[in-house]
């Protein structure tokens, strides 16, 4: 089976601007989730999908939202962003207990 | 939430066990505890997930006291390849409530 995907992997954008990463699933999962990496802060949840719905929500401010398809593909969006966006962004796929997670995206914010 | 607690870094040699330790003096009932393993520039990958006692796999066994205070991850015989950052999780089968550790830091030298 592939693993999960993230594109793009490497993003430049600058203040103010707004930016969105998509994850495509392992097949047959329909869980996914998101997250926040950062030296600083280590991985931080930001919210969690299942069948197009957002299940669970992490404690990020409302610039950061999410989606869901029906093919269990999801996006990441962020607006207005700061420099402090500036992170690796995770998903992970997921069935029963165990997550699976994308290389992520290198998001840099100038 | 569940508050995690990890060693920022730990030393070990080629062929030596190592033992990384994660305080969660808040776990709730229904939380588990998973450890991952991440390399540079890729995603976590899942190492063990334990909900009390003891957890073994073919990589590492996770030892769970009676409390659930706390949870020691073991590798056995570690190789320079085990160098990399370990994270402790502790979540709910529902990811409502999910808490990463700040993850600790394993260099393995010959």
């Known amino acids: 089976k592939a693993g999960v995907t993230q594109t793009p992997r490497y993003l430049i954008k600058t203040r103010g601007q707004q930016v969105t990463l998509s994850c495509s699933p392992i097949?047959?999962?329909?869980?996914v989730s998101w997250y926040q990496q950062t030296p600083g802060q280590g991985l931080q949840f930001l919210f969690e999908?299942?069948?197009?719905?957002?299940?669970n929500k992490g404690n990020f401010p409302g610039r950061f939202s999410g989606r869901q398809f029906s093919n269990s593909r999801s996006e990441m969006n962020v607006s207005t962003l700061e420099l402090g966006d500036s992170a690796l962004y995770l998903c992970?796929?997921?069935?029963?207990?165990?997550?699976?997670f994308g290389p992520g995206t290198r998001l840099t914010v100038l | 939430l569940a508050k995690t607690t990890q060693p920022i870094s730990m030393d070990s040699y080629e062929g030596q066990e190592v033992n990384i330790t994660c305080s969660h003096n808040?776990?709730?009932?229904?939380?588990?505890i998973t450890w991952y393993q991440q390399f540079p520039s890729q995603g976590p990958r899942f190492i063990i997930q334990?909900?009390?006692t003891k957890v073994t796999n073919e990589v590492a066994s996770l030892f769970i006291p009676a409390d659930r205070k706390s949870s020691t991850l073991s590798l056995p015989r570690v190789s320079l390849s085990d160098t990399a950052v370990y994270y402790c999780?502790?979540?709910?089968?529902?990811?409502?409530?999910?808490?990463f550790g700040k993850g600790t830091m394993l260099l393995v030298s010959p």
């Open positions: 097949s047959g999962h329909r869980s």
């Open positions: 808040n776990i709730a009932t229904n939380d588990y």
């Open positions: 999908y299942f069948s197009e719905t957002q299940r």
């Open positions: 992970a796929s997921s069935i029963g207990g165990e997550q699976f």
């Open positions: 334990g909900y009390k």
């Open positions: 999780l502790v979540a709910d089968s529902g990811y409502s409530t999910l808490t």
